[in-house]
């Protein structure tokens, strides 16, 4: 049971362009939820994550915005660069970050 | 690099072999987790341990894995009889629990192919 979606799974943006990765949750009871980067043929790496009591999270040029009442979170890239051209995965967990269940993952590409 | 490593970071192997990873996490951390990712797909969680303590197994983990964290340090995650369905990248990560945001760091994976 996928319980959390995410598209679209694949995404190509100009340079300067703002990629938008979307994902959404069936289970109410996540509280956590990250957003990984990863290369090719490195593990995931940590980006930026939320919890449901804010709406939205900026760190640097990462935003999230969280949308608690229709079980949504997407991702924004401002300013895309090319070397931000990686796969992206939403995730989510409750009861303190235990095991994540991750979405089916967004291929983005930036060209310049 | 994040810290946590893995070994070996390729297997090939024949069906019915059985196989060993090792995860060597950071130092302080005390959550290990396994998980496991097809090509094109998100990781699935496979098991995870508090200190030596292995607290969860998801229902994927059949009764030929087996994983272990002796002394709630490195941990190690074997495939018995080993099947072409195994074929994966097997990733560990570890995180500190500190009753904030405990972030999970990912090592890089050992990627299994049986053939």
């Known amino acids: 049971q996928q319980q959390v979606k995410q598209s679209p799974q694949s995404l190509i943006v100009q340079k300067g362009g703002i990629p938008i990765i979307n994902c959404a949750y069936e289970?109410?009871?996540?509280?956590?939820f990250p957003w990984y980067q990863q290369f090719p043929g490195k593990g995931p790496a940590l980006l930026i994550a939320?919890?449901?009591?804010?709406s939205e999270k900026k760190e640097g040029r990462f935003t999230i915005s969280f949308n608690k009442s229709a079980k949504q979170f997407s991702l924004h890239i401002m300013d895309s660069q090319p070397g931000d051209s990686a796969t992206y995965f939403c995730?989510?967990?409750?009861?303190?970050?235990?095991?994540?269940?991750f979405g089916t993952g967004t291929r983005l590409t930036i060209i310049p | 690099d994040t810290g946590v490593s893995q070994d070996p970071r390729h297997k090939i192997t024949k069906r019915g072999q059985n196989v060993t990873f090792r995860c060597d996490p950071i130092?302080?951390?005390?959550?290990l987790y396994w998980y496991r990712q097809t090509l094109g797909q998100g990781p699935e969680f496979l098991t995870y341990?508090?200190?030596?303590?292995?607290?969860?197994k998801s229902r994927l983990l059949s009764d030929r894995f087996s994983a272990e964290r002796p002394k709630g340090s490195f941990s190690t995650l074997e495939i018995q009889r080993t099947e072409q369905g195994d074929s994966a990248m097997y990733l560990c990560?570890?995180?500190?629990?500190?009753?904030?945001?405990?972030?999970?760091?990912f090592g890089p994976g050992t990627r299994l192919t049986v053939l």
């Open positions: 939320i919890r449901p009591d804010v």
């Open positions: 130092s302080e951390h005390n959550r």
């Open positions: 289970n109410t009871a996540f509280d956590y």
């Open positions: 995730a989510a967990s409750d009861f303190g970050n235990e095991k994540l269940t």
């Open positions: 341990f508090q200190n030596e303590a292995q607290l969860e």
């Open positions: 990560a570890s995180s500190l629990v500190s009753g904030s945001e405990d972030e999970q760091f």
